[in-house]
């Protein structure tokens, strides 16, 4: 009798410890690469088809103000995985091949990391890029202490490697001929939640789509060609995309069929991944966010009426699509106007986690649970961008940006100029009112000096960078 007492007693025990570690949510964090603001039918978009996404923010909530950290790919990553400013962290530019700043394992607690010591399993399944020395990597995802890396760049790919066999990621040795990359990427994710159901896990699907060069399996791309000449006229799609000199399948349109197609793809994706949790019960659990790394390049992506696009700090380069789905968190069909950035995923994730910080490591982002919960929340520190350009030497580019309640400043170096926007009301950036509001001006610079010396920001080596450019010409 003792015997079944204690039986039934331990496994009592059992059952509130197992239900207890049921309690922390699952975290599936899914990055596009360089898509823009205005690409997705929820944020307004009438050409490319959006469905599961559309549905995810009906299920969900949208954000209108959300923020990468930066406007290129290898710094808004780093502030991601960090959660601090990438001037802090030194990667203010996307890292090229065998470059020679990478985020040091020695000195970044990563956000994996951080989950890792709260009980979580974690995962990567795709782009990295904090480390481009593939021939003796020193900062990889698995030396950043990821449980699974999945998928991980084995050569610089920055101009795509989109179908099987793939060139530039050597770990995927199986798959079928014509396999595309994005399918494979989401197909791996099935796979991960199926094997980690029982536990709480932080899945980081970063995409590799939609960067150039723009490519897309024949039936899709076929299908959006035929809805762009059913939208402009017949033979309109060959005159821009069957251009021999059009190898990156670009072209000087905002509606792109190959674009079009490659978003296609990462929504049936997104459809694959909520329909597996809601097969193995996972569904009112986990968190599921969708987000960009930063905008579209400006000369053919929808970045829905914003200023510029990719590598640039006006609000095309930086603000972003954000969707999350909490059901038992998350009211459905919510739209939210807070004001956030994607420093501020690091924070929220411990929180959720009920994780504190590790002492001595540096957060520069504010969680946002509370808007998940439907809670007032106003961000009470201004956000910083800063874009020095040291890999593109980009000079016109070279900026540092701020933003504090409703006005953004953005200060660029090669010409001093200083430009002054009411984002609230002018979001386009089309009417600089810096010479009208000296005393915000003056406000806003002296804010901005103060953080770049807080954070040892690097100065844009602009008279060395033109130099160089001379002599190449």
């Known amino acids: 009798m003792k015997f079944l007492r204690f039986c039934l007693l331990t496994l009592g025990l059992l059952s509130v410890l197992f239900t207890t570690a049921q309690k922390k949510p699952n975290i599936i964090f899914i990055l596009a690469d360089d898509l823009g603001y205005g690409e997705l039918g929820c944020y307004g978009n009438t050409f490319n088809e959006t469905p599961n996404l559309d549905r995810m923010a009906k299920e969900g909530m949208r954000f209108t103000q959300a923020y990468s950290a930066a406007p290129i790919c290898s710094p808004a990553r780093a502030g991601f995985i960090t959660g601090q400013y990438p001037a802090r962290v030194r990667i203010t530019d996307f890292l090229g091949n065998e470059a020679p700043r990478y985020l040091d394992p020695a000195k970044y607690y990563t956000l994996n990391e951080a989950l890792s010591d709260a009980g979580y399993r974690t995962g990567i399944i795709g782009k990295w890029h904090l480390d481009t020395k593939f021939s003796n990597p020193i900062g990889n995802a698995k030396q950043h202490g990821f449980d699974e890396v999945i998928g991980s760049e084995t050569k610089y790919i920055a101009d795509g490697d989109y179908f099987y066999p793939y060139d530039k990621i050597s770990t995927y040795t199986t798959g079928a001929e014509g396999e595309y990359l994005t399918d494979r990427q989401f197909s791996d994710a099935v796979n991960f939640i199926e094997r980690n159901k029982s536990v709480p896990f932080f899945l980081y699907v970063s995409l590799y789509a939609v960067h150039t060069v723009l490519d897309a399996p024949d039936h899709l791309v076929k299908k959006y060609r035929k809805k762009f000449d059913a939208k402009y006229g017949a033979g309109a ?237």
């Not at 072209?251 to 674009?259: E, F, I, R, T, V």
């Not at 739209?335 to 910080?357: H, R, W």
């Open 237 to 473: 799609a060959a005159k821009i995309y069957d251009d021999p000199e059009n190898t990156r399948h670009e072209g000087q349109h905002k509606d792109n069929p190959y674009l079009a197609a490659m978003i296609e793809s990462i929504d049936t994706g997104v459809g694959k991944v909520l329909a597996a949790l809601k097969r193995l019960g996972l569904d009112e659990n986990t968190l599921v966010v969708f987000f960009s790394d930063n905008g579209g390049v400006p000369s053919f992506a929808n970045n829905a009426g914003l200023r510029l696009g990719k590598s640039w700090l006006y609000e095309g380069g930086i603000r972003e699509c954000l969707i999350t789905r909490w059901p038992s968190v998350i009211k459905k069909n919510s739209v939210s106007d807070a004001v956030v950035c994607g420093i501020d995923f690091y924070p929220t994730f411990l929180e959720m986690a009920d994780q504190k910080n590790k002492e001595g490591n540096i957060l520069d982002g504010r969680s946002i649970l509370d808007v998940f919960k439907g809670k007032k929340w106003e961000r009470d520190t201004p956000l910083f961008w800063h874009y020095v350009s040291e890999t593109g030497n980009w000079v016109p580019r070279m900026c540092t940006a701020v933003r504090k309640g409703n006005y953004k400043l953005l200060y660029f170096y090669a010409s001093k100029r200083v430009e002054l926007y009411n984002i609230a009301k002018d979001p386009s950036e089309e009417n600089n009112i810096a010479d009208s509001h000296p005393q915000i001006v003056q406000e806003l610079l002296s804010t901005m000096e103060k953080w770049k010396q807080e954070v040892n920001a690097e100065e844009p080596n602009i008279h060395a960078v033109r130099k160089n450019n001379r002599k190449k010409t």
